[in-house]
């Protein structure tokens, strides 16, 4: 995992994996135990509850689609004693009012599709909040743009943008990503989970361009031949 190994493995700390996805469980426990962590999973929001309160976790990856999390949605708080730090799995066209309420504690949201390496630098920096001082980890941003993961909302300086999911998703990637060139199979893949045709990716990329630069300089450059960039490629 490159220098992502270095800062963000465990150190046995116990996970709990909440998520209905084979797909994502599998991906998320193989991930995490490789990461120096102990790993339990739970396939619906009712049976993370109950694991929850039979043990003690250190931190719990929980998916915020799962179709029991309305059982305990705000309005029908479930609170738990020493509840450990929180790490939702979303997607930008959920509503955030609807997420699971399982009493007060650190939070933090990662956008699906995730990658591998974000979900342990999010992991880490929650478990460190949660002995230091709390504090939430920086928004994805360039620059004067930047987005909010918690609600799924991106500004550049001051003027809100008003992105579709798949323009949040693509905007997202190339942040994460700024300075690296990105080929249309790697946005395809992490946008759509698929492959799609050129036009398509170009069409995205080009709405995308031209919400992000209507009012200052284009952010978003064309690599002829390879591929699409926020800011310059590193060299």
């Known amino acids: 995992m490159h220098g992502t ?3 963000a493995r465990g150190d046995g700390q116990d996970v709990l ?5 084979p797909g994502d469980t599998e991906l998320l426990v193989s991930t995490l135990e490789s990461a120096g962590y102990r790993v339990d999973a739970a396939g619906s929001a009712s049976e993370g509850v109950a694991r929850l309160k039979r043990a003690r976790f250190d931190l719990v990856v929980w ?6 999390n309305k059982d305990l949605a705000r309005g029908r708080r479930l609170v738990l004693e020493n509840r450990p730090p929180l790490l939702f799995l979303i997607t930008c066209d959920y509503l955030h009012t609807l997420l699971p309420e399982l009493g007060g504690g650190a939070e933090d949201y990662v956008t699906k599709p995730f990658r591998a390496p974000e979900i342990l630098a999010r992991v880490q920096i929650l478990l460190l909040g949660n002995r230091r001082s709390g504090q939430r980890p920086a928004m994805p941003r360039y620059r004067d743009l930047v987005l909010d993961d918690a609600t799924c909302r991106a500004r550049r300086g001051s003027r809100p943008l ?3 999911p798949a323009e949040y998703r693509l905007l997202r990637y190339m942040l994460v990503n700024a300075g690296q060139v990105l080929s249309k199979e790697q946005i395809s893949r992490h946008v759509w989970g698929d492959l799609r045709a050129d036009e398509a990716i170009e069409k995205l990329v080009s709405r995308l361009r031209q919400k992000v630069a209507q009012e200052g300089p284009a952010l978003i450059h064309t690599r002829r031949g390879f591929g699409y960039t926020v800011g310059q490629p590193t060299a």
């Open 17 to 21: 994996v909440v998520a209905g996805d």
């Open 5 to 7: 190994a270095d800062v």
């Open 162 to 164: 008003d992105l579709t």
């Open 63 to 68: 998916d915020a689609v799962l179709p029991d």
